[in-house]
């Protein structure tokens, strides 16, 4: 009961519904309804019992009724109320003041009208107190001036008594309530806005908690949840409820780890979820606040140990993909410099062994021939064939591509060169069974040997790839040596040279004459020359470097298009002289090239009469099945094809058949011992009866006395070629001055 009154008379206010001085107002209100009731009651009470005035008490009722009324509608109509309650007071004070006749009926009146400015200043405000105030100079006056008039010291007390009654009540107590008032309200001003910013703050904070980006918990030492943002909820309990639970953190997340029964203390901790232990959860304790509480941020990494499980269970075979091949299962160079170099420091007093590295030779004319898939079967069985032969203690190991890497000990037997190459070359297979088929194999090896080459596996590839650089189809084994690396390093120099040479057309084209038995020229064979700072570099050696650095399709296509504008000139000049150029089947071998040399044919017919194409019989991949079908495709359009070098490369008879030639040249080596060796003569008439019967002209090269030109025309041979005849000039003697040098060898018919 005692709450109740509280709860209805002190009346509590929301800070944030800004109806502070509503309230107020209405708190006061009911206290004075409430004692104005009780002061009448009491009058009723002692009217009925002592005077039993009828008319007294039925007044008195209406006042009682009409006050219980104010009362009952001072929550909803508190002005109104207010303002009624005012003018019952002042309707009662003046009805005793002017109607009753009894002294204390206007002292009770006087009070209450000089009561009156401080009710209004608590009901309404201090302009309405102020008005109140001089209203009630009135009846002050009309009191004071019926004391004055009587000649009495008790009224003259009185008088005084009245003063200090008007002063207190109507202006001392109004105004001291008023400051009061005052103060309070600045008061609950300043509070106001202090409560709207922590109120501005808190939602900042609580905006900022609920968009951290990740799940984040807030609690205290204990563990106890204090507050959850929205993710962290739907981690924990699956749905976006916005109340949590009152709980502690043990109830929704279980430690992976023994760190202890208070896990959220700790900076990072692993747990699962308490109701779903598949669910890997990571706690990270960010801060320590200031009250002593915990702010978590929680973070799903199922998925991170689901990767993490997948990498352990595939360990094994991770490692196996970083250390070794995938295909022949030998360790990958990474890993075989690793066993090698353990190998020697275990051994290192005693230890003696080679390194040498295996290349298989046109393997890109065999990928291209076979395809990924059988390309890949040679190397597969290769590989086999290499580990079945060689001891246990050789460790093997593919390099890249086409390159396979052995260390073997050896012993002191094997440190001879002669018999280390007896030994590789029975290791090395000769044939390969593929798909049924045998296929034959060819093989360059760079060898070094341990202690003298090297001391390391990394020195020693290192030597071994300096000596694969000069192995070739005569000599498939290269021993690394000193003078060797030196000639490497000046061959790079030069290669970047040449490169750049290449690209801006320093090349130059000479012409070697070649003449009919009556020193008539009838013919021009087209040589490559490179000056480099004033000196002539050999062709053999700057050919072999553009071959091994892929520049010949690049060269053959500058040489090529500098011929035809020659060749076109010369045709509108009527100056009909064929000019025959080289190929080393590398360029045949590129598209790019071989397009070019069909549109020069397809746009310029008459060609067919004045390019000849000598191709180079000497070179490995003139027996690949792609150059034989290009040769005739080159054939059919119009090019005359030659054989150049013949009877010194790769299969003779066998090219006759499967080149469409149409000129043979016989090779320098079966042209110098003549005319003093037999068989050398025999094998050049033979040839020349050969080239007879198959309808095809015969061209001798390397003719350098006049008793070989008297043999090789004595023999059948019609075209000579050689120094004997006319050394190679540069093209441009015979283009200078509008082809007056080729107009002036009768040339033009």
Excluded at 235 to 242: E, F, G, P, V
Excluded at 624 to 631: D, N, Q, S, V
């Amino acid at each position: 009961m005692f709450d109740d009154l509280k709860n209805y008379f002190l009346i509590d206010s929301n800070p944030a519904t800004g109806k502070e001085n509503t309230t107020f107002r209405q708190s006061v209100l009911r206290i004075l309804l409430a004692l104005t009731v009780c002061i009448f009651t009491v009058s009723e009470v002692h009217s009925f019992v002592i005077y039993r005035e009828f008319a007294f008490l039925a007044i008195n009722s209406a006042y009682l009724c009409l006050l219980f009324g104010l009362l009952y509608f001072s929550k909803k109509y508190t002005t109104s109320a207010s303002i009624v309650f005012l003018i019952t007071l002042i309707t009662t004070s003046f009805l005793l003041l002017t109607q009753s006749d009894e002294f204390h009926a206007e002292k009770y009146a006087l009070i209450t009208l000089y009561s009156l400015p401080l009710i209004i200043r608590l009901l309404f405000c201090f302009k309405a107190s102020l008005v109140a105030m001089l209203v009630n100079i009135y009846p002050f006056y009309i009191m004071t001036t019926d004391s004055l008039s009587v000649d009495n010291t008790e009224i003259a007390l009185s008088f005084y008594f009245q003063i200090l009654t008007f002063v207190t009540l109507n202006i001392a107590l109004p105004l001291a309530v008023s400051r009061i008032i005052q103060s309070l309200e600045n008061n609950a001003a300043r509070l106001k806005q202090l409560y709207q910013k922590l109120n501005d703050n808190y939602a900042m904070y609580e905006e900022f908690f609920e968009n951290t980006g990740t799940p984040t918990l807030l609690c205290d030492q204990k563990g106890k949840l204090l507050k959850a943002n929205q993710m962290a909820r739907e981690l924990l309990t699956d749905s976006k409820q916005h109340k949590f639970p009152e709980s502690i953190i043990s109830d929704w997340l279980v430690p992976l780890s023994d760190t202890g029964k208070f896990f959220w203390q700790s900076n990072v901790a692993e747990c699962t979820l308490k109701h779903k232990t598949n669910i890997y959860i990571e706690v990270r304790r960010a801060s320590l606040t200031q009250h002593g509480h915990y702010v978590l941020h929680l973070q799903n990494t199922t998925q991170l140990k689901a990767i993490q499980q997948e990498l352990e269970s595939s360990q094994q075979t991770n490692s196996r993909l970083a250390n070794f091949d995938l295909l022949t299962r030998f360790p990958n160079h990474r890993h075989f410099c690793r066993q090698v170099n353990q190998r020697i420091n275990e051994q290192n007093s005693h230890l003696t062994g080679a390194m040498f590295i295996i290349k298989i030779s046109q393997f890109k004319i065999l990928n291209k021939q076979y395809g990924k898939d059988g390309a890949n079967k040679i190397i597969l069985n290769f590989s086999k064939s290499l580990q079945r032969k060689l001891s246990e203690y050789t460790i093997i190991g593919r390099l890249r591509g086409i390159k396979f890497s052995c260390f073997v000990p050896l012993s002191q037997t094997h440190l001879i060169k002669k018999n280390l190459s007896a030994l590789i070359n029975d290791v090395l297979p000769t044939q390969i069974t593929v798909d049924g088929s045998k296929l034959n194999m060819d093989y360059q090896v760079g060898i070094a040997y341990y202690h003298t080459d090297g001391k390391t596996a990394e020195e020693l590839l290192e030597r071994c790839e300096m000596a694969l650089e000069y192995s070739n189809s005569t000599e498939r084994l290269s021993y690394y040596n000193h003078n060797l690396e030196n000639k490497l390093i000046e061959e790079h120099k030069l290669g970047l040279k040449l490169s750049s040479a290449i690209k801006n057309k320093e090349i130059e084209i000479w012409l070697q004459p070649q003449v009919k038995t009556n020193g008539q020229i009838c013919s021009f064979e087209a040589l490559a020359r490179w000056q480099n700072n004033g000196k002539f570099i050999p062709p053999t050696i700057f050919i072999k470097i553009a071959e091994e650095l892929g520049l010949l399709p690049a060269l053959a296509e500058n040489l090529v298009r500098e011929l035809v504008a020659t060749l076109s000139a010369w045709h509108k000049e009527r100056i009909q002289t064929p000019i025959a150029f080289n190929l080393a089947g590398q360029e045949l071998m590129n598209d790019g090239f071989f397009a070019l040399l069909m549109t020069l044919i397809s746009d310029n017919s008459w060609l067919s009469n004045m390019l000849e194409l000598e191709i180079t019989e000497t070179s490995p991949v003139m027996t690949h099945p792609l150059i034989h079908k290009r040769l005739r495709s080159l054939s059919q359009y119009g090019y005359s094809i030659a054989i150049d070098d013949f009877g010194t490369g790769q299969a003779s008879l066998g090219q006759l058949v499967d080149i469409p030639a149409d000129i043979l040249k016989i090779d320098r080596r079966f042209i110098a011992p003549l005319p003093g060796d037999q068989r050398h003569i025999d094998i050049v008439k033979s040839t020349i009866k050969l080239a007879d019967s198959l309808d095809m002209k015969v061209i001798a090269e390397g003719i350098e006395t006049k008793e070989q030109a008297n043999l090789l025309i004595s023999l059948g041979c019609h075209t000579l070629q050689g120094y004997y005849f006319a050394k190679p000039s540069p093209l441009s003697d015979w283009t200078a001055q509008d082809h007056a040098k080729a107009k002036e060898q009768r040339m033009v018919y």
